[in-house]
């Protein structure tokens, strides 16, 4: 009997092999959930960071042997998971679990990247999947030639796979092709990207545009998009944007574009191919079109896509947790049959036609839950979550810098405190800040744990208060803290020669009042002709203060301006000192006229000489 259902079992596998296209290939990955290693996240800059301490697990970086990155999940929930900067050596990141990097970290990150392959990984609810970044606008820091294949991108809170901006070069010759992207606000998006290749790929229920390809001030031309599913994408302006309008959304006739899920053409002669073009919006009044829209998806029957939610978000132990699969889906069919494993075994719990189900878990924890969906063509899609039952709140924040009751505190200075998660959640804080307690609160839902608040006033007590959440929405209040800024010096004053000649060197004495906290101080000097001193050595302020000589190389009226800091930085106004260069000339002429007042004749003679030169 065993020998019988075993035969059986073998022919429908041969049978439903040969309508399986590759995008049913792709749905049974070689890799579970359970059988990820944790690992942190990866940085590698240059070659030489291709080392075991940073994940590489094989390979030796050539064509035939590349650089293995495999098996690893990734919790990017502090930093991006994956990123490689001037890499030319051969890798392949394959079967990594990289997920929950958030609203601030992307799950994968190239940067100036070469012949690259990201493949067979689950890479979810990151910035963006799959960053291609450019850092200062320089060729150097493009990626090109590199694979995008067979990987579930989804529930990325920006984009599935994103092309950072470039200017003036672009990311080009990549190749996207056999993943599911969905879930995410574009499913691609390339900026001023040229001549890559986007086919053979299920792109479905992403929040905005399927694929968009931007022009802005360069590229954004010669790309291809072709024998794609695009389903079901879209804020109701379209599944695709194309603002240049000098892509290819087709790959000519018979070979066909891709498959519109809102396509609405005939195909009167049955090739399977649309006699009417689909339009892709392009910026202002032009278009584009897919000359030949697929009437079917591409490669056949396509596989269903499993996935759920639970109420309550948060249970508690020992209570009812309601699962729903309602959000699992199959596009050209319908679902057969859901199965459910509670305990990572492997083994389903539960088979069932019910979208809805119930279960209970006994202690708090955080559980890895399986849903297991087939659809009437014999394809099956695979989905694991993890559910946190029970939930400790996050730490009490502590501060960093200022310490309470500091005083002192430069009037230039951040906010800095350390905030964390029993439960290791991820973590964000409110910001209370203000002079009078309790203070205001400036801001919400920051993940760093640093704020600048701008410059202070002196002489001030502030108050702060942090606040921290973790994603279940439970919080924990720090204390009340508060520190007081130091108080900036008095001007000093300014004594010394108010007249001179050019080129003699005088003395000036500057002194500060008493600091109001009794530091020390610098003095800075500004002799009103270009040159400084800049800032002198600290002394103790007041008498008898701080003494420097200069002389002025021409003659006029100079400003000699002054001010002090203490040891905090605590700045004084300026205070100001006129002198004249040189004495003034009327008293030398006055002396002169009088001396001729005493000579008559010479004053005469004088007169005569005068005349003459008339």
């Known amino acids: 009997m065993k020998q019988t259902i075993l035969i059986i079992g073998i022919i429908l596998l041969l049978i439903g092999a040969s309508v399986v296209s590759s995008f049913s290939i792709l749905k049974e990955k070689s890799y579970t959930y359970s059988t990820y290693l944790d690992h942190d996240p990866i940085y590698i800059n240059g070659n030489d960071d291709f080392t075991s301490e940073n994940g590489v697990t094989g ?62 990984n689950i890479i979810t609810r990151n910035r963006n999947g799959t960053l291609f970044a450019s850092q200062g606008y320089t060729m150097k820091e493009n990626s090109t030639n590199n694979k995008i294949i067979q990987n579930n991108i989804t529930d990325n809170i920006w984009n599935g796979i994103h092309f950072g901006h470039t200017l003036g070069n672009h990311h080009d010759y990549n190749s996207i092709y056999l993943n599911n992207i969905s879930g995410n606000n574009k499913g691609i998006y390339m900026v001023t990207s040229r001549d890559n290749f986007i086919y053979s790929n299920n792109i479905f229920s992403n929040s905005k545009y399927g694929v968009e390809l931007f022009m802005c001030c360069c590229g954004g031309v010669d790309n291809k998009v072709y024998h794609n599913n695009i389903i079901n994408n879209g804020d109701g302006n379209g599944q695709a944007f194309d603002s240049s309008g000098w892509n290819y959304w087709d790959d000519g006739y018979p070979s066909g574009g891709n498959f519109w899920s809102d396509y609405t053409g005939s195909d009167a002669n049955g090739d399977g191919i649309g006699d009417e073009p689909y339009i892709i919006p392009t910026e202002e009044y032009y278009w584009n079109y897919d000359y030949y829209p697929l009437m079917e998806p591409y490669g056949g029957n396509l596989p269903p896509f499993a996935d759920f939610f639970w109420t309550p978000k948060l249970p508690d132990s020992n209570e009812t947790i309601i699962f729903n699969a309602s959000k699992s889906i199959d596009y050209d069919g319908y679902i057969t049959l859901l199965q459910w494993d509670w305990d990572n075994d492997g083994e389903y719990d539960i088979n069932t036609t019910n979208p809805d189900v119930t279960f209970i878990f006994d202690e708090a924890g955080d559980y890895p839950v399986t849903l297991r ?242």
Not at 72 to 84: H, M, P, T, V, Y
Not at 93 to 103: E, M, P, Q, T
Not at 463 to 490: H, L, M, N, R
């Open 59 to 120: 390979g030796s970086g050539t064509s035939y042997d590349p650089y293995i990155i495999e098996g690893w999940d990734i919790n990017a929930s502090s930093q991006n998971g994956i990123i490689l900067r001037n890499v030319s050596a051969k890798f392949v990141i394959r079967n990594c679990y990289i997920h929950d990097g958030g609203s601030n970290y992307n799950g994968i990150v190239f940067f100036n990247v070469t012949y690259g392959v990201i493949k067979n």
């Open 373 to 614: 969906i087939h659809d009437n063509n014999s394809l099956k899609d695979t989905i694991t979550k993890t559910i946190r039952v029970g939930n400790q709140p996050p730490n009490e924040p502590i501060p960093i810098y200022p310490l309470n009751g500091s005083i002192n505190v430069p009037h230039i200075s951040s906010l800095k405190w350390s905030g964390d998660d029993p439960d290791g959640d991820i973590v964000t804080f409110d910001l209370f800040f203000g002079i009078i307690s309790p203070p205001p609160k400036i801001v919400s839902n920051q993940s760093f744990t640093t704020y600048y608040p701008g410059g202070l006033d002196d002489c001030t007590v502030y108050y702060w208060q942090i606040v921290a959440w973790d994603e279940y929405g439970t919080y924990t209040k720090g204390p009340i803290w508060s520190f007081t800024t130091s108080c900036k010096p008095d001007p000093p004053t300014i004594t010394g020669p108010t007249n001179g000649k050019p080129g003699k060197p005088y003395s000036y004495t500057f002194t500060s009042a008493l600091d109001p906290e009794g530091d020390d101080v610098s003095y800075y000097i500004d002799w009103g002709d270009g040159s400084t001193s800049g800032w002198t050595f600290f002394i103790p302020s007041g008498p008898p203060g701080y003494s420097e000589s200069h002389s002025w190389t021409s003659e006029g009226n100079y400003t000699i301006k002054a001010k002090v800091k203490d040891i905090y930085s605590a700045e004084s106004n300026w205070s100001e000192f006129t002198v004249n260069m040189p004495r003034n000339k009327a008293t030398s002429n006055s002396f002169f006229l009088r001396f001729l007042d005493h000579f008559p004749l010479l004053h005469r003679l004088l007169d005569i000489w005068r005349l003459n030169l008339v």
